[in-house]
Each structure stands twice: as C-alpha cells, then as structure tokens.
C-alpha cells in the first residue's frame, strides 16, 4: 500500500510531462507515449528497489533479534587468564617457574614497595624478613630453575598460603 502510494506522485508527474509533450508536439504521438512507458517503468522499479531493500533490513533485524545477544562472559578475562596460570602452575614445575611464581612475585614487589617502601631487588634482606621464610623461599628473584621442568608444580596449599601472605603484607 505504501509503495503504491510512493509511485502515485512521480506518475502524475510523468503524465502531466506526456501531456505537455503531446499538446506542444516537438515528438510524435508513439515516441512521447514510449519516453512516458519508459519513466514510469524506471519510477517503478528505483521504488521497488528500495522497497525490497528495506525489507532485507527488516529481516535482518528480525533474525538478529531470533538469535538473541552474544552472552557476555561472567567473569573477567583478567580472572580466567590468572586462574588459567594459577592451575597451570600447580600442575607443572616449568608453569610455576615460568609464570605462577613471577605473577606472585610481582604481586609481593607491589605490596613491598606501596607498604614498607621496600624493593624485592635492591633490599633483599628487609624483603625477606617481611615475606618470611617459607614465603621468600618462593618468591625470591634468585630462585633456581627447576630440575624436572615437566614434574610437579607448586603445592595447592603453598600457593594459598602465598596469596595469603601477600595479601597481609
């Protein structure tokens, strides 16, 4: 119904120039009733055209809105990638090495430095003395590579009384 309508004025419009051209006569009867056929076909199918464009739109929409939105993940990516190391690190030396073991470290450097002061590199002493000697035993930056890369990593329980620890630094 719309688009019938869209196509009503541009008509008019075509046949009111099919009635100038017809009473003045600068072309014959046949070809000024040809140019009008031509303009209003044209007028019909540009309207079409953008009718079935909308109409791609509408369904796109519509489907858009069948499938819902993308569920949006509950937990940081942060979180999941510091879980990710943290179980990683507990299953394998190499891991705890390489990657558990420096995250805790520069956890314990953060707390070190913003609550006493201290820098785990330049005092190691002052920083050992407030980590305590299990924890230090961990954590300091000259702790060996391990023997077995692929053995057993950091104990569950170690670990917790780590984050503990630097947590109430």
């Known amino acids: 119904m719309r688009l019938a309508r869209r196509l009503v004025a541009p008509a008019i419009v075509a046949t009111v120039a099919l009635i100038v051209l017809l009473a ?30 909308g109409g791609e739109q509408h369904v796109r929409r519509f489907e858009a809105a069948l499938r819902g939105r993308t569920p949006t993940p509950s937990e940081p990516v942060e979180l999941l990638r510091m879980e990710r190391e943290l179980e990683l690190g507990i299953a394998n030396a190499g891991s705890a090495y390489h990657r558990l073991l420096p995250l805790l470290r520069a956890a314990a450097e953060a707390r070190l430095a913003s609550r006493h002061g201290v820098e785990l590199d330049r005092r190691p002493d002052a920083a050992q003395a407030l980590l305590g000697e299990e924890a230090w035993e961990w954590l300091r930056p000259d702790r060996p590579e391990p023997v077995d890369r692929f053995g057993r990593g950091v104990p569950r329980e170690h670990v917790a009384a780590l984050i503990e620890r630097v947590e109430s630094l």
């Open 24 to 53: 003045v006569r600068p072309l014959s009867t046949s070809r000024a009733l040809g140019i009008w056929v031509v303009v209003v076909a044209a007028l019909a199918l540009l309207l079409l055209v953008r009718h079935s464009r």
